[in-house]
């Protein structure tokens, strides 16, 4: 059972991320102006993904297509939308926990994989 002073600690955690979230939104509009640049264009054409999966990427970048260092480094989240699901399994060290973080982050960028 949650006792009462770990909710109210969660609680404050959920109010500072809040706040993060209105700078963070307000730098955007500040950067690029409000309604310039959709949500799913913006957050698909960047890279937020973990540092575990980073490193399975890297170390199979030639199995994915990925001939360069350079054109892996720009690997963006729409990216994934060329990458199928089965190329991804083959790669070493890849597992359900990476599969659930790409599939989500496909999922907030509005991106289909190939199967």
Not at 25 to 42: F, H, R, W, Y
Not at 53 to 62: P, T
Not at 103 to 115: D, K, V
């Amino acid at each position: 059972m949650v006792t009462k002073r770990e909710f109210e600690n969660a609680l404050e955690i959920i109010k500072l991320y809040a706040e993060q979230l209105e700078k963070l939104n307000s730098k955007l509009n500040d950067a690029i102006g409000p309604g310039t640049v959709s949500q799913d264009e913006l957050f698909s054409d960047t890279a937020y993904y973990s540092a575990r999966l980073f490193n399975v990427l890297a170390n199979n970048r030639r199995h994915l297509g990925f001939h360069t260092d350079t054109s892996f480094l720009n690997l963006k989240v729409k990216d994934f939308s060329q990458i199928s699901r089965t190329q991804l399994f083959k790669c070493r060290h890849f597992g359900d926990k990476m599969k659930r973080e790409i599939e989500s982050l496909c999922r907030a960028a509005n991106i289909e994989m190939l199967p």
